[in-house]
């Protein structure tokens, strides 16, 4: 089992950067495939950004990929999710979850771990 805590957050203007960082507990981090998902106000929540448990392999979603990158440092227990060139359309909670499933999922259904969110606020 895994704990996730989230922070980075804030009010950023269009065009800003923001890195979100996502703590987690326990020895076995680096067993698990880490996610970074949104949930805007009266939206569903969306996949951003996966990443492997060795770290060389990510996806994107289409909308963020080239501005968002995310990372993890497994020596650490952390993953991190750089977001450049931020749009209003990027304000959301952003969520950190885990998966124990071997390869990179998108879904959330596939991620049993999630931790409490913090939010990003882009201004227009």
């Known amino acids: 089992q895994v704990q996730l805590v989230e922070s980075g957050g804030g009010l950023v203007q269009a065009g800003g950067s923001l890195r979100l960082s996502c703590a987690a507990s326990?020895?076995?981090?680096?067993?698990?495939?880490m996610g970074w998902f949104r949930q805007a106000p009266g939206k569903e929540r969306e996949f951003v950004a996966a990443?492997?448990?060795?770290?060389?392999?990510?996806y994107y979603a289409d909308s963020v990929k080239g501005r968002f990158t995310i990372s993890r440092d497994n020596a650490k227990n952390m993953v991190y999710l750089q977001m450049n060139s931020l749009k209003y359309e990027d304000t959301a909670v952003y969520y950190c979850?885990?998966?124990?499933?071997?390869?990179?999922?998108?879904?959330?259904?596939?991620?049993?771990?999630w931790g409490q969110g913090t939010q990003v606020t882009v201004s227009s």
């Open positions: 979850a885990g998966s124990s499933i071997g390869t990179v999922q998108k879904t959330s259904t596939s991620y049993a771990y």
């Open positions: 326990g020895r076995t981090f680096g067993t698990y495939v």
């Open positions: 990443i492997n448990r060795s770290g060389y392999t990510t």
